[in-house]
């Protein structure tokens, strides 16, 4: 099953209530939330009390995308305000087995990140211990970037690689880029969970969405 997952990075946060219903009545299956912290990319967005309010309006899974530089001093928070995915950067997770662990503990399935220069041997030593592994097609930090064209060969290895050694259950989440012309491209190379925020807010919320659910399931 191919989800669709609307980044809020990208919403209106003053009728965060109303685009999220819109979400939710056009068949979204996630919430993103880009959770920045000013030093390991520049821009401030999100923290526990959003997600947290988040809760109290939705019952769709809310996926927290750390972009911070010591995600271990966060999980815990965003896990009790409500996430149900919580991913960090394997760029900044020194002990990244450990974190993940804590992550599942926590009651949250637990994702890798990699930004797109990052190796792949990062997801692949940490595969095991991941439900997902969320691969960057844009170097994070703002919405609205160009697709970066060679994420597609990196999803294309990882799934194989995965598939090959006995990790199918294991999705493969794509941020960065993702719009209506190029979603089934990211399906293709093996991505299963798409992240869009520009490329759905931009526009009719809900036309978009379902634009994208019929060019994935074409």
Known sequence: MIQIAPSLLAADLL???DQVMSCEQAGADILHVDVMDGHFVPPITFGPAFV?????ITSMPLDVHLMVTNPDHQVEQFAEAGAHWISVHAEVAPHLHRTLARIKNLGCRAGVVLNPATPLE??????GDADFILLMSVNPGYGGQSFIPSFLTRC???RTWLDTNGLSNVQIEVDGGIKIDNARQAVDAGASILVSGSGLFQGDLKANISAMRQVISA
Do not use: D, P, S
């Open 15 to 17: 009728r965060i209530g």
């Open 156 to 158: 294309e290895r990882v």
């Open 122 to 127: 990062y997801a692949f030593e940490a595969a």
């Open 52 to 56: 947290k309010g988040l809760r109290a």
